[in-house]
């Protein structure tokens, strides 16, 4: 039975990886008869980028989709993160360090509140979250008409525009961040007991699991991710930006990004 369940696992695989060819393939004919060229360096470094700012989102939703929550707050996150650090640095090449750890302390709040709402209060976790992140919206609208604050130089150059080769800088720092969430999730712990929750919250309750803890991290931890994609967002436009985060669509993209390219756990595999 496991074994047939993880044959049809490794099938929808390779299902999203062939869909994934198709939808390169039809997109560098549409290219290629518009005259231009789909795998440029220019054109592949801005995929890149596009991909650094929506993965980071991702890789936070991925923590709660798998603890069998959701965040819907991530694009107000992300916006405003932009604009915590980029008014905190005003510019300032020595404000880069305190700004980025205001962003990502508010950022860390708002994703403690989300978990608290969720496990302590019991709220839906679609309401708790949609009904923080308008809450977020409601102070972006009032209090910003449109971009604010100035991204330090040296962030801009660094995180914002510089490569190593063909590659950002910003997409080795996903990298990165993609790398600390596998071994957070595959060699921890807490990514055991995350799973264990998503899986069934009250056989994992039975077996000492934590769930309420696990729960709370988990939405701490999307938050994070969600600040970081904001600070790289104020690096590649200079200054914050009230709107960037539901102008990208993050909060549905990120989903549609777990759900797609996520990994299909065999049930019974981790007993």
Known sequence: MTGALALRARGGSLGVFAALALTLVTGWIVVTVDGGQLFS???TVSLLHVAAGLGLVAVGQTMVILGGSLDLSVAYVVSLSTLVAAETMGGDDGAVLPAVGLALAVSAAIGLLNGLLVTKARINAF??????????KGY???????????????????????RVGPV????????????????????????????AVGGDPEVARLSGVRNGRVLVTAHVL??????LAGIYLASRLGSGAPRVGTEGLYDLESIAAVVLGGRHWPAGAAV
Do not use: E, M
């Not at 910003?144 to 604050?149: R, S």
């Not at 991204?151 to 150059?157: E, F, G, K, N, R």
């Not at 720092?173 to 921890?188: D, K, N, P, Q, S």
């Open 168 to 195: 950002p800088v910003s997409f080795l720092l996903l990298l990165a961040v993609v790398a600390a969430a596998w071994f957070a999730l595959a060699r921890t712990r807490f990514g055991h007991h995350l799973v």
């Open 127 to 136: 309401i708790a979250t949609v009904g923080v992140g308008l809450l977020l």
């Open 222 to 227: 999307c938050s994070l991710c969600a600040g």
């Open 41 to 43: 360096l220019p054109t």
């Open 140 to 162: 972006l609208d009032n209090g910003y008409d449109g971009p604010a604050g100035k991204t330090a130089p040296s962030l801009v150059q660094n995180l914002g525009y510089q």
